[in-house]
């Protein structure tokens, strides 16, 4: 502590009385220095206690806490729970993050930054071949999963439901949360210009905009050029679209992208706030499930206004977290084995793997909490394109700037 706390103050110190038995002090001058000298132990108590209720640990002489700072993409959140930051507090470490778009990340100047933690692969393969070839320092951890899913209302899945293009997972109820969504019809509709309100929305519901996902900017974030990968693989007969097909593929999913209008941050938040302006969002399922899981802790039930569509062409995104620098190695590693942490990362809607008995962890969480998991099922694996075909498509869609070279 760098202030000096002195026990005695000149302000106890008092004359012995003269007359009267020596060494003895009257009673009530006595128990006022006691007041005082038992109030700093007292005092450093309730300090303690604040520290480990704000950090999660005490502080130990001579430990120093590594600060890092990262260059993060949608995982932001992850550094920002409460509980997440205690527990790295336990191990010394605080982060700090400045959050940014994937292809921001890999595009962007990474010398101020101990570590990355780009939303997906593609990011994260420009970012490690890069530093490779610069023979720069690159450690690289899988901690979770986050299947890309497309969020909506209930009337809406239902439209959908009515003309072919989902269908209800288990058996069909007011409560269903999640659909399987045929992606090839629903492409279909956007490209014959369906609109919503074609398709018979529950009475009360009207919008006149042509049927289409909603995705943040293609050229800022995973999650966009995720979606425009899923696209162009359905387009292209559920096959990897190579170098030399690639900008063909992408001029001729264009327009069907192009439906939504112009791509906009924030989707998910939009969705949760009930606006129709945009009521199919590509999002991640963790940030969904992380939704229900607080909805239903504050309501005493999950939310089943709000569901989830499930693309037969599925991908799930394989978020990384790469340290830059050897002092940010044990964050990556924590990350990525710390039980307390994997366990945290859990109960956020993340996909951590098998428990000891074999079991989906994050299925086993959603049935303790009382809330239905989504269906395992085998769907079709869409495969990214070669990062180079996936930076012609983008530019085909959407004129991004080619960070590879």
Same mark, same amino acid.
Request: aromatic share 8%; glycine share 6%; proline share 7%.
């Given at each position: 502590?760098?202030?000096?706390?002195?026990?005695?103050?000149?302000?106890?110190?008092?004359?012995?009385?003269?007359?009267?038995?020596?060494?003895?002090?009257?009673?009530?001058?006595?128990?006022?220095?006691?007041?005082?000298?038992?109030?700093?132990?007292?005092?450093?108590?309730?300090?303690?206690?604040?520290?480990?209720?704000?950090?999660?640990?005490?502080?130990?002489?001579?430990?120093?806490?590594?600060?890092?700072?990262?260059?993060?993409?949608?995982?932001?959140?992850?550094?920002?729970?409460?509980?997440?930051?205690?527990?790295?507090?336990?191990?010394?470490?605080?982060?700090?993050?400045?959050?940014?778009?994937?292809?921001?990340?890999?595009?962007?100047?990474?010398?101020?930054?101990?570590?990355?933690?780009?939303?997906?692969?593609?990011?994260?393969?420009?970012?490690?071949?890069?530093?490779?070839?610069?023979?720069?320092?690159?450690?690289?951890?899988?901690?979770?999963?986050?299947?890309?899913?497309?969020?909506?209302?209930?009337?809406?899945?239902?439209?959908?439901?009515?003309?072919?293009?989902?269908?209800?997972?288990?058996?069909?109820?007011?409560?269903?949360?999640?659909?399987?969504?045929?992606?090839?019809?629903?492409?279909?509709?956007?490209?014959?210009?369906?609109?919503?309100?074609?398709?018979?929305?529950?009475?009360?519901?009207?919008?006149?905009?042509?049927?289409?996902?909603?995705?943040?900017?293609?050229?800022?974030?995973?999650?966009?050029?995720?979606?425009?990968?899923?696209?162009?693989?359905?387009?292209? +007969? !559920? &096959?990897?679209?190579?170098?030399?097909?690639?900008?063909?593929?992408? =001029? @001729?999913?264009? $327009?069907?992208?192009? %439906?939504?209008?112009?791509?906009?941050?924030?989707?998910?938040?939009?969705?949760?706030?009930?606006?129709?302006?945009?009521?199919?969002?590509?999002?991640?399922?963790?940030?969904?499930?992380?939704?229900?899981?607080?909805?239903?802790?504050?309501?005493?039930?999950?939310?089943?206004?709000?569901?989830?569509?499930?693309?037969?062409?599925?991908?799930?995104?394989?978020?990384?977290?790469?340290?830059?620098?050897?002092?940010?190695?044990?964050?990556?590693?924590?990350?990525?084995?710390?039980?307390?942490?994997?366990?945290?990362?859990?109960?956020?809607?993340?996909?951590?793997?098998?428990?000891?008995?074999?079991?989906?962890?994050?299925?086993?969480?959603? +049935? !303790? &909490?009382?809330?239905?998991?989504?269906?395992?099922?085998?769907?079709? =694996? @869409?495969?990214? $394109?070669?990062?180079? %075909?996936?930076?012609?498509?983008?530019?085909?869609?959407?004129?991004?700037?080619?960070?590879?070279?």
């Amino acid at each position: 502590m760098s202030d000096t706390l002195s026990i005695v103050d000149p302000a106890d110190v008092f004359e012995e009385p003269s007359l009267g038995i020596a060494g003895r002090r009257p009673f009530f001058l006595a128990r006022r220095r006691f007041r005082r000298v038992a109030a700093f132990p007292f005092a450093v108590l309730v300090l303690a206690t604040g520290i480990l209720a704000l950090t999660g640990n005490l502080p130990v002489p001579g430990v120093p806490v590594v600060e890092l700072k990262g260059r993060v993409a949608s995982k932001a959140d992850l550094f920002t729970d409460p509980e997440v930051r205690r527990i790295l507090m336990r191990h010394r470490i605080k982060v700090t993050v400045d959050v940014a778009g994937s292809r921001q990340v890999a595009e962007g100047d990474l010398s101020q930054y101990d570590f990355v933690f780009p939303s997906g692969q593609a990011a994260a393969d420009t970012i490690k071949e890069r530093r490779e070839a610069a023979h720069e320092h690159a450690m690289i951890k899988l901690p979770f999963t986050s299947p890309l899913v497309i969020a909506t209302y209930r009337a809406y899945a239902e439209a959908l439901v009515g003309r072919g293009a989902a269908t209800p997972q288990g058996t069909a109820s007011a409560d269903t949360l999640y659909y399987d969504l045929d992606l090839a019809k629903f492409l279909d509709l956007a490209r014959s210009d369906t609109t919503w309100s074609n398709l018979g929305l529950n009475p009360g519901r009207i919008n006149n905009n042509v049927v289409a996902a909603y995705t943040s900017p293609y050229c800022d974030s995973n999650s966009a050029e995720t979606y425009v990968s899923q696209v162009a693989f359905s387009y292209h +007969g !559920s &096959r990897t679209v190579d170098e030399a097909s690639a900008d063909d593929v992408g =001029r @001729a999913v264009k $327009p069907l992208l192009e %439906a939504q209008g112009r791509p906009a941050s924030d989707r998910f938040d939009s969705f949760v706030n009930g606006e129709d302006s945009a009521p199919t969002p590509v999002v991640y399922e963790h940030q969904y499930l992380a939704y229900q899981l607080h909805h239903k802790s504050a309501k005493g039930k999950p939310d089943t206004t709000r569901v989830l569509l499930y693309p037969d062409s599925a991908f799930v995104t394989e978020p990384r977290i790469i340290s830059l620098k050897p002092r940010a190695d044990e964050l990556a590693v924590l990350i990525d084995t710390d039980p307390e942490l994997r366990k945290r990362a859990t109960e956020l809607g993340f996909h951590t793997g098998l428990d000891a008995h074999g079991q989906d962890q994050l299925r086993t969480f959603l +049935g !303790s &909490r009382n809330l239905p998991a989504p269906a395992t099922v085998n769907r079709t =694996r @869409a495969l990214l $394109p070669s990062p180079k %075909a996936l930076e012609t498509i983008l530019q085909a869609v959407a004129g991004c700037k080619r960070i590879l070279s």
